[in-house]
Antibody
């Protein structure tokens, strides 16, 4: 079955960067896009971007342009989301999520989430 | 960018009630609208995509409809386990924006 296992919680200082990983299993990884979504405490989900594991092409929400990089390591079936210049407003749970079906960019399978806390 | 709004922001209803949540897109999104359920402390769960296609395993009391700009999620008979926040999301083109959510609880 489809499984997305994310890396553990992180505590970062303002100005630092964080890299969250998402290991995929149970499906042909390069056939499905991967989304990254974050959720700040008490807030709704916020879509950050999407990556095509086949060619590592990504489309980022404008809010994160220049600060986020999404990549995919085909050798380990692992996706990464790197967010730089962190501020307290980046404190959130970060999720990776896979498309529900081929060609339908809806997040149907989710990782367990990674809490990132930004605090001095 | 297309903005998504939801109404109401919260509602309280009795077990067995029929409830409807509305999501509105600021521009046309065709049928590219999904609904998610999120229970406290849990990961969002996909309920419906393509406006009205029920995700596998989702109870049939959930249904979706609409043709833009307004879309609706209906729970035909509210159950205690349906207490959650519900979010719509558009995915016709990036960014795949979520709505602000509707919190549902039991009266």
């Amino acid at each position: 079955q489809v499984q997305l296992v994310q890396s553990g919680a992180e505590v970062k200082k303002p100005g630092a960067s964080v890299k969250v990983s998402c290991k995929a299993s149970g499906y042909t990884f390069n056939s499905y896009y991967m989304h990254w979504v974050r959720q700040a405490p008490g807030q709704g989900p916020e879509w950050m971007g999407i990556i095509n594991p086949r060619d590592n092409s990504a489309n980022y929400a404008q809010k994160f342009q220049g600060r986020v990089t999404m990549t995919w390591d085909t050798s380990t079936s692992t996706g990464y989301m790197d967010l730089s210049s962190l501020t307290s407003e980046d404190t959130a749970v970060y999720y990776c999520a896979r498309d529900i079906l081929l060609g339908i960019p809806v997040a149907g399978y989710w990782g367990q989430g990674t809490l990132v806390v930004v605090s001095s | 960018d297309i903005q998504m709004t939801q109404s109401p922001s919260s509602l309280s209803a009795s077990v067995g009630d029929r409830i409807t949540i509305t999501c509105r897109a600021s521009q046309g999104i065709s049928y590219y609208l999904a609904w998610y359920q999120q229970k406290p402390g849990k990961v969002p769960k996909l309920l419906i995509y393509h406006t009205s296609t029920l995700q596998s395993g989702v109870p049939s009391r959930f249904s979706g409809s609409g043709s833009g700009p307004d879309f609706t999620l209906t729970i035909s008979s509210l159950q205690p386990e349906d207490v959650a926040t519900y979010y719509c999301q558009k995915y016709n083109s990036a960014p795949f924006t979520f709505g602000p959510g509707t919190k549902v609880d039991i009266k």
